[in-house]
């Protein structure tokens, strides 16, 4: 809603994204605090919930994050063969490669939903990705299509 | 051909020795040319089943049902009859009793699946025969071979074109014949080559990504919240649905606290993003289930092609893993196992 008598809009910056990180919290999530000890610094656009592990997230979780807003969402988990439940990133490898070929199927924007293997020893790595999508997600602008609307 | 009098014999000398509880079925229909689903349980009854190319239901939804009818007489301290149910089972029919069965909602001794072969055929789309001149006034379809149907109007007959009247899903079908069955009428015809597999979601994902957002938006706009598709979806059988809690009702004690803290995965309001919630959702609880038997299409009072969003995944879980829904109730389902080498390049 533009408004002549207010003061130049804000919207002439960029758009921040909002990221969504679901963490492991035997990995990624200790990565991220690893990131955190070492003073790396990296991009603060994304909210870490840490969750009991990759097997564990439900696609609702995805939906449920873009329907109130999010501009991307990433899931990050162990290394293949490192899973502390030893088979739950496989299990989530399969169901959320079929999440995002649904929502690309349905034209969401390709870039708005990523995953990656985050050990606890690659705080390195962990800024990096979050560097990387962050970048990704800021030329696509607010992510609308999925957002409620009220 | 498939021989409905033996198809009727059969069902009758079930019930009549008593070895089936009841027979579901189809008998022709009071509205229209179309079969409706019955559901019958004296041997004399038998005589009105019917076989044609208007049986479109899945009558697996009706297992579902009877299991619901069952558990809920057993909480009210009534001993339910226990024999099983006999059910006639197209091919999609036949792999979704047999989904149901791998998930262990039925168990084999309870269902008897008269088989009933589409032998190169399938099913008409009734909205591709009323848009025929012909096809208004029809009192009757009949298959006559794989390539043509005997559509009958008034007293004269004509030959139609299978691929004019086939439903979508029959065209690109892989499996006409039910290949799980205690017994079954008609012959396997396995090669079709009515149409590609898949033809149509690959087809829908060669549009760019703005169409296809402006092509869903447009759908999950029109979208009426229904809930015909979850209704007449045999896998849809969650005693509680998560666009649609029953759980957290609102009752003259819930306090605003509650209602404002409470978990709401899914407003219920017919908005595009609400609407899109429970179609993904839904799609995604329907990966590596869906037998595509084309249902929630036909049901969709505004023709949301739904079938779209299921088979889309079916096709990954075919490609990527090898997996189809329905093939063997002894499988591990598709979202309970996993291979070392799943794809994995999309992953950082």
Redesign the interface.
């Known amino acids: 809603m533009p408004n002549s008598s207010q003061s130049p809009a804000p919207e002439a910056q960029a758009h921040e994204p909002r990221v969504v990180a679901f963490l492991c919290k035997w990995c990624s999530s200790a990565g991220s605090d690893l990131a955190g000890v070492s003073r790396i610094q990296y991009s603060a656009n994304a909210t870490p919930i840490t969750i009991p592990c990759t097997g564990s997230m439900s696609?609702?979780y995805v939906?449920?994050a873009f329907?109130k807003g999010a501009d991307g969402v990433l899931v990050s988990g162990c290394h293949?063969g490192d899973c502390h439940y030893m088979?739950g990133n496989?299990?989530a490898?399969?169901?959320l490669?079929?999440?995002?070929?649904?929502?690309?199927?349905?034209?969401?924007?390709?870039e708005r939903f990523?995953?990656?293997?985050v050990s606890a020893a690659e705080g390195a790595k962990f800024a990096e990705?979050i560097d990387?999508f962050v970048g990704d997600l800021r030329p696509l602008g607010p992510q609308t299509?999925?957002?409620?609307?009220? | 051909m498939v021989n409905v009098d033996a198809l009727r014999g059969y069902a009758a000398d079930l019930l009549e020795k008593g070895q089936v509880r009841a027979v579901i079925g189809y008998r022709r229909g009071t509205a229209g040319v179309l079969a409706q689903p019955c559901t019958i349980d004296e041997a004399g009854e038998a005589e009105t089943l019917v076989w044609d190319p208007t049986c479109l239901n899945n009558l697996a939804r009706y297992l579902v049902e009877d299991r619901q009818q069952q558990a809920a007489a057993q909480t009210r301290n009534k001993t339910p009859d226990g024999r099983p149910v006999a059910i006639v089972a197209k091919g999609c029919d036949s792999r979704a009793v047999a989904v149901l069965l791998q998930e262990n909602y039925l168990k084999r001794e309870d269902v008897v699946i008269i088989g009933v072969s589409c032998e190169g055929s399938g099913v008409i789309d009734p909205r591709k025969l009323a848009a025929r001149p012909e096809g208004r006034w029809a009192s009757r379809v009949d298959f006559a071979g794989a390539d043509a149907f005997k559509v009958t109007v008034g007293g004269d007959e004509t030959l139609i074109p299978a691929r004019d009247l086939l439903a979508d899903r029959c065209l690109e079908c892989r499996a006409a014949a039910p290949a799980l069955n205690d017994v079954l009428f008609g012959e396997v015809v396995t090669e079709r080559g009515l149409d590609e597999p898949f033809r149509a979601v690959k087809a829908?994902?060669g549009a760019t990504?703005?169409?296809?957002?402006?092509?869903?938006?447009h759908h999950f706009d029109r979208c009426l919240r229904c809930f015909a598709c979850r209704a007449v979806c045999p896998m849809c059988y969650c005693p509680e649905c998560?666009v649609d809690s029953t759980t957290f009702v609102n009752t003259p004690g819930t306090t605003a606290e509650e209602k404002a803290t409470r978990i709401r995965?899914?407003?219920r309001?017919a908005?595009?993003?609400?609407s899109?919630?429970y179609h993904?959702?839904r799609?995604?609880h329907l990966?590596g289930r869906c037998i595509d038997c084309g249902e929630c299409e036909r049901v969709c009072p505004v023709n949301i092609p739904l079938r779209?969003?299921n088979t889309?995944?079916e096709m990954?879980?075919f490609e990527?893993?090898q997996y189809e829904a329905g093939r063997d109730f002894g499988q591990a389902s598709?979202?309970?196992?996993?291979r070392?080498e799943?794809?994995?390049s999309?992953?950082?």
């Open positions: 696609p609702l939906l449920s329907n293949p088979e496989y299990l490898r399969r169901k490669y079929l999440v995002k070929q649904l929502l690309q199927f349905v034209g969401l924007e390709a990523r995953m990656s293997w990705v990387e299509r999925l957002k409620a609307k009220h | 829908a994902q990504e703005d169409a296809r957002w402006a092509t869903w938006e998560v995965w899914c407003e309001s908005s595009v993003s609400e899109a919630l993904l959702t799609a995604i990966a779209l969003l889309k995944l990954e879980a990527q893993f598709l979202l309970s196992s996993f070392d799943d794809p994995n999309f992953i950082r």
